[in-house]
């Protein structure tokens, strides 16, 4: 089981930046695919971006070029670098995480381990 704690989330006006960062811990035993997804209320939990072992980077349309996912594998964290925010954005961001190698980056269904979020608030 590999635990996962998110922070960084938190209010902010349109147009403006979060960094939300993930920190695994646990029974890490092998290089480690991260996801973050978020959830607005009312709609469907959705992949944001993530990182695979030897892969570029995978993001949603909605936020491909505007958010960056990076990951410290000597650290286990896994960071999501947010800028030209907008209320559309506004969700709870979860961190996932998997041993080796998640075949859909983006579907919830790949990962198995998953952090209790952070809110992100974005005001117009």
């Known amino acids: 089981q590999v635990q996962l704690v998110e922070s960084g989330g938190g209010p902010v006006q349109a147009g403006g930046s979060l960094r939300l960062s993930c920190q695994a811990s646990g029974r890490i035993y092998s290089m480690l695919s991260m996801a973050w997804f978020r959830q607005a209320p009312g709609k469907e939990r959705e992949g944001v971006a993530a990182?695979?072992?030897?892969?570029?980077?995978t993001y949603a349309d909605s936020v491909k070029g505007r958010f960056t996912i990076s990951k410290d594998d000597a650290k286990n964290t896994v960071s999501l670098q947010m800028n030209s925010l907008t209320p559309e954005d506004t969700a709870m961001y979860y961190c996932a995480a998997r041993h080796g190698y998640a075949i859909e980056e983006l579907s919830g269904d790949s990962y198995n381990n998953w952090g209790r979020g952070t809110q992100v608030t974005v005001s117009s």
């Open positions: 990182i695979v072992p030897s892969f570029s980077p």
